[in-house]
């Protein structure tokens, strides 16, 4: 039986501790991300960096979105006013992008809903993986939203800019299958438990592997730099990281 320790219990998440494995629980109802989440991320976010590997996932679901009830007192009396509105929305930025800049390799497993602003926190996750259930959609312009979390900004490195441009312009859903087919997803699993026991063996997997060879592949993925300095980048970090004693291990195998 899998031993899931408890770490942190909050409002909107749960975090739990497997070998050195984290595993962030959505529990707001539907996984929804209101004021309680953005504020609650900053102390979740430390406790996560002491891991090797983080997993996120959600309870009935993953998550219908952005709590737009809970959301509506602080959002509806800075319209109009882009430093206060910024300010809002500065505190979701630092939730999302500090779990982008998380140095271990983050692990999103999702199934039945995936909506909005839980679609651009998985874009922030470095594997994506979900059950057939799993629906996906960003459905911001029927709000009359433009999609500000970073969606618009990832998907299309992971998806492309024009099956980008399909979910954010026309608000469709997608299923599981859709997904995996346009790279949002790598793998589709039969029921959301056997999802739940991939993502774990898949973290089990990852946490065995050196850790600073996985934090240099990751900044080298994700560093944004022309091809000649990015090249130049990941040999640095060898220089500074790689080990006589991991390389000889891996050899002896």
Not at 99 to 113: E, F, K
Not at 160 to 173: C, E, K, Q, S
């Amino acid at each position: 039986m899998t031993r899931y320790t408890a770490v942190m219990t909050l409002q909107s998440v749960s975090l739990t501790r497997r070998g050195e494995t984290a595993t962030l629980t959505l529990v707001t109802k539907k996984g929804t991300l209101g004021p309680t989440f953005w504020r609650e991320m900053p102390a979740v976010l430390e406790e996560l960096s002491r891991s090797r590997v983080v997993v996120v996932r959600g309870q009935d679901l993953f998550s219908a979105g952005l709590d737009l009830h809970a959301s509506g007192a602080q959002i509806l009396p800075v319209l109009g006013d882009p430093a206060a509105f910024k300010a809002v929305v500065d505190e979701m930025h630092a939730a999302i992008e500090g779990l982008a800049a998380l140095p271990v390799p983050v692990i999103a497993a999702v199934h039945g809903w995936c909506i909005g602003a839980g679609l651009e926190l998985i874009a922030a996750a470095d594997l994506r993986l979900c059950s057939q259930d799993a629906r996906f959609s960003l459905p911001e312009v029927k709000l009359g939203i433009t999609a500000d979390l970073g969606g618009l900004q990832r998907l299309p490195h992971l998806i492309g800019r024009g099956r980008t441009a399909h979910l954010a312009l026309t608000a469709d859903p997608i299923d599981a299958t859709t997904a995996e087919r346009w790279g949002l997803v790598t793998e589709v699993h039969a029921s959301p438990e056997a999802l739940f026991a991939r993502a774990d063996a898949l973290a089990d997997q990852l946490a065995a592997l050196p850790p600073k060879a996985l934090e240099g592949t990751k900044r080298t993925l994700n560093d944004g730099l022309p091809h000649r300095q990015s090249l130049d980048g990941a040999v640095a970090w060898n220089a500074r990281h790689m080990t006589a004693e991991a390389l000889l291990g891996a050899l002896r195998k």
